[in-house]
T-cell receptor, first 114, second 116 residues
Framework: ELKVEQNPLFLSMQEGKNYTIYCNYSTTSDRLYWYRQDPGKSLESLFVLLSNGAVKQEGRLMASLDTKARLSTLHITAAVHDLSATYFCAVDIQKAGNNRKLIWGLGTSLAVNP | KAGVTQTPRYLIKTRGQQVTLSCSPISGHRSVSWYQQTPGQGLQFLFEYFSETQRNKGNFPGRFSGRQFSNSRSEMNVSTLELGDSALYLC???????????????FGNGTRLTVT
């Protein structure tokens, strides 16, 4: 069964601290996406990681992909309250017949406290 | 540029009824995907449409159906509603179907369906 596991599912951290969210997946993939969802709002694309070793950074967030380990990380540096949201990873799987499919993690709910 | 628009935002229905949700994609986007979001299951893929054709379908019962019109607008229908259908239903549009190639998904704000 295809699985995408995020951990932790809930994270409460203090402003100014660093932390990493992990996204493990159970099958071969060379594409992975990170999205952010604010409470009561829709999902917004953060990063697209398209190859092994890909690293993308935007402000205090940095995402990386290790396709051999089937692992992506989302690193938060010096967290601020505005980063409080739920973060989802989605793994792009190639199925038979050349079709692709996105498998989503359950999301990591992040609360950054003063 | 207008984003993805979903209507209605909220719906309350009773078991056994049916419901139709609507999604207007970003102008120029021809692909629309639908997802069901629940706290326990996360985002579950429902359908993907491109140029009025269903390209991909998730593992949902036949009570869930959808369609796409020539203007790329899409609707999904759920018949014989069950309590477990209560969820946030999200629509996302993109230039190309995710099943073919990479294209960022632009999500609407969703329709919150409550079945009582």
């Amino acid at each position: 069964e295809l699985k995408v596991e995020q951990n932790p599912l809930f994270l409460s951290m203090q402003e100014g601290k660093n932390y990493t969210i992990y996204c493990n997946y159970s099958t071969t993939s060379d594409r992975l996406y990170w999205y952010r969802q604010d409470p009561g709002k829709s999902l917004e694309s953060l990063f697209v990681l398209l190859s092994n070793g890909a690293v993308k950074q935007e402000g205090r967030l940095m995402a990386s992909l290790d396709t051999k380990a089937r692992l992506s990380t989302l690193h938060i540096t010096a967290a601020v309250h505005d980063l409080s949201a739920t973060y989802f990873c989605a793994v792009d799987i190639q199925k038979a017949g050349n079709n692709r499919k996105l498998i989503w993690g359950l999301g990591t709910s992040l609360a950054v406290n003063p | 540029k207008a984003g993805v628009t979903q209507t209605p935002r909220y719906l309350i229905k009773t078991r056994g009824q049916q419901v139709t949700l609507s999604c207007s994609p970003i102008s120029g986007h021809r692909s629309v995907s639908w997802y069901q979001q629940t706290p326990g299951q996360g985002l579950q893929f429902l359908f993907e449409y491109f140029s009025e054709t269903q390209r991909n379908k998730g593992n949902f019962p036949g009570r869930f159906s959808g369609r796409q019109f020539s203007n790329s607008r899409s609707e999904m229908n759920v018949s014989t509603l069950e309590l477990g259908d209560s969820a946030l239903y999200l629509c996302a549009s993109s230039w190309t179907p995710p099943s073919i190639s990479y294209s960022p998904l632009h999500f609407g704000n969703g329709t919150r369906l409550t079945v009582t």
